[in-house]
């Protein structure tokens, strides 16, 4: 009896196809075409006050922070936000935050991680997360290996078992037949 690989590393693996995903994906020219990168530029009323910081603080949501938590490997305080992110409501928004509260859980387990902490200092955002979801994988890959190692003893142990019920029955059954 063989057990099964861990749901967990269903969300990881998704996870870190995600992630690969959104860092290598770059514009098509092809797609897109020449873009006027003077129309993407608003313009701004210089008569008025403009509070910018209001602006960047709106877009940026919980999931984002929860995201930059983990970056910073401050997984108590990424699973706050993303707590935050999946009051949100919608049903993307708390698979999302589902997503982020396992991810972080694993990360705040791993013991890999103090391996990774001389790399990160020079790298950024987008960079530390990948090595973050490689450590989850090494995680993972070291319960999938321990796991393996109970099955396998517990294997070991039902058969002797068998064999002892068998040989209680050969012996009971020969007592009976004795008797008569």
Aim: glycine share 6%; charged share 30%.
């Amino acid at each position: 009896m063989k057990l099964s690989h861990p749901p967990n590393a269903y969300l990881l693996a998704f996870l870190v196809a995600l992630l690969a995903g959104c860092a290598v994906q770059t514009p098509s020219e092809g797609i897109v075409g020449s873009i006027d990168d003077s129309a993407m530029v608003p313009t701004v009323d210089t008569e008025q006050d403009c509070d910018c910081d209001a602006l960047v603080s709106e877009a940026v949501s919980d999931f984002d922070r929860g995201v930059r938590a983990l970056a910073d490997r401050e997984y108590g305080v990424a699973r706050i936000h993303f707590e935050r992110h999946r009051e949100g409501g919608s049903a993307e928004m708390m698979r999302e935050a589902e997503v982020g509260i396992a991810f972080a859980a694993l990360m705040a387990e791993a013991e890999s991680l103090a391996e990774a902490d001389g790399i990160l200092e020079a790298l950024d955002e987008r960079a530390e997360i990948m090595i973050l979801a490689l450590a989850a994988v090494q995680a993972l890959e070291g319960r999938i290996e321990s796991l393996d190692a109970i099955n396998a003893a517990l294997t070991d142990d039902l058969e002797k078992r068998d064999e002892a019920i068998k040989r209680l029955r050969e012996l009971t059954l020969g007592q009976q037949e004795a008797g008569r």
